[in-house]
T-cell receptor, first 113, second 111 residues
Framework: EAQVTQNPRYLITVTGKKLTVTCSQN?????MSWYRQDPGLGLRQIYY???????DKGDVPEGYKVSRKEKRNFPLILESPSPNQTSLYFC????????????FGPGTRLTVL | GESVGLHLPTLSVQEGDNSIINCAYS??????FIWYKQESGKGPQFIID?????DKRQGQRVTVLLNKTVKHLSLQIAATQPGDSAVYFC??????????FGAGTRLFVKA
């Protein structure tokens, strides 16, 4: 089944404890992206990647890191999480030539205490 | 700055009626406008897109209209069904691979 998977789905952590949210897609998509979703603000793009080893900042990159060492994986790293990073996070992927049609993962709900 | 917004946060329609969800945008340089549907507990799902040089595009039971003069985008859903209940987001591709989403409109379908 073609899909985008994220792990973990739920995470409660404390301020300053490094964490990684994994994202994997099995559709051979070049493009991958991370968003955060907060009430009343819709989805805001954190980082995106056009292909392996090519990443760029979205609108809200502060406090996040990403890497794209393999085509299928695009992990989101929070080196020192803070409470304002409590949010619902979505990973998405698409073909490079069909970048409008993004396939989203199920989401990761993160709470930083 | 760039923004994509919505006129109404919620919309309630009777099953079988047509729904119209509106969206305003501010970036005239965007090359594509997109609609996504998000059901409760799930990630957004692509519905339809429209290129900036078009006025109208139709899909299955959906039509997107683009009015560049007033920077307005709308999604029309024909014969709305209970399964259409969701939050609908408009989004724009501002060139390259950056996507900006609006805040969303929640659609309630009354049986």
């Amino acid at each position: 089944e073609a899909q985008v998977t994220q792990n973990p789905r739920y995470l409660i952590t404390v301020t300053g404890k490094k964490l990684t949210v994994t994202c994997s897609q099995n559709m051979n998509h070049e493009y991958m992206s991370w968003y955060r979703q907060d009430p009343g603000l819709g989805l805001r793009q954190i980082y995106y990647s056009m292909n392996v080893e090519v990443t760029d900042k979205g609108d809200v990159p502060e406090g996040y890191k990403v890497s794209r060492k393999e085509k299928r994986n695009f992990p989101l790293i929070l080196e020192s999480p803070s409470p304002n990073q409590t949010s619902l996070y979505f990973c998405a992927s698409s073909l490079r030539q069909a970048r409008n049609e993004q396939f989203f993962g199920p989401g990761t709900r993160l709470t930083v205490l | 700055g760039e923004s994509v917004g919505l006129h109404l946060p919620t919309l309630s329609v009777q099953e079988g009626d047509n729904s119209i969800i509106n969206c305003a945008y501010s970036n005239s340089a965007s090359d594509y406008f997109i609609w996504y549907k998000q059901e409760s507990g799930k990630g957004p799902q692509f519905i339809i897109d429209i290129r900036s040089n078009m006025d109208k595009r139709q899909g299955q039971r959906v039509t997107v209209l683009l009015n560049k003069t007033v920077k307005h985008l709308s999604l029309q859903i024909a014969a709305t069904q209970p399964g259409d209940s969701a939050v609908y987001f408009c989004a724009e591709n501002t060139g390259g691979f950056k996507t900006i989403f609006g805040a969303g409109t929640r659609l309630f379908v009354k049986a």
